[in-house]
């Protein structure tokens, strides 16, 4: 699949570049995290993340900054736990969760739809016994994968290519993985499938 990325990157780059906010939203998020406890990035983040969407409570998002403005060293089970505690609210957004986890550390992956659509990760429901161990245990493995991808130079085109067209300034490589990544799905999807050239 990372050769399918290389040899279709202009497209995906194109996919990438169709969202306007993906690259300088999310610099500035990262240039701005000192401000994370003010409403006016607090709304910027819930924009770029897509958190609006989720109908969450005011009460899940005073629990969810206040997780990320601890910087803490959470692993994903013992945040998930806290935001449910905190909040009240026992509907894991994990998504959500590994966004804040990336923030603190930018080096981390994260897990979304499009990244276990690409990895074959049948989401577990949210009210099955073992849950959160099989999100904590896939997303340990997505580390793994990443570290294996930078270390066996995997996106080396991809990654040089996505830096030389979007210029991003807060960017690691795991993050230009992950958007790769979820690019590559968006491509695809939208093709209906495979390029016919493959």
Known sequence: ?????????????????????????????????????????????????????AN???????????????????????????????????SLQVSFATKLLHMIDHRLPIYDSRVAKFYCFKRPTTKSEGCIKRFEEFY???????????????????????????NPTEFTDEKIIDSLIWGFVAFVDYKGGLPKTL
């Not at 996106?155 to 030389?164: H, N, P, Q, V, Y």
Request: charged share 30%.
């Open 56 to 90: 969450l409570s005011d009460k899940y998002y005073k629990a969810y900054f206040k997780c990320l403005s601890d910087k803490k060293a959470w692993t994903l089970d013992t945040l998930l736990n806290e935001l449910c505690r905190e909040s009240g609210d026992q």
């Open 140 to 166: 340990n493995d997505l580390k793994g994968k990443y570290k294996a991808i930078l270390d066996k130079e995997n996106l080396t085109t991809s990654i040089d290519a996505f830096r030389k067209q979007f």
């Open 1 to 53: 699949m990372y050769e399918l990325i290389n040899l279709h990157v202009g497209a995906i780059l194109a996919e990438i570049a169709k969202d306007r906010k993906h690259v300088p939203g999310y610099d500035r998020l990262c240039r701005e995290i000192g401000d994370v406890n003010t409403e006016p990035y607090q709304k910027l983040y819930r924009h770029y993340w897509a958190m609006n969407r």
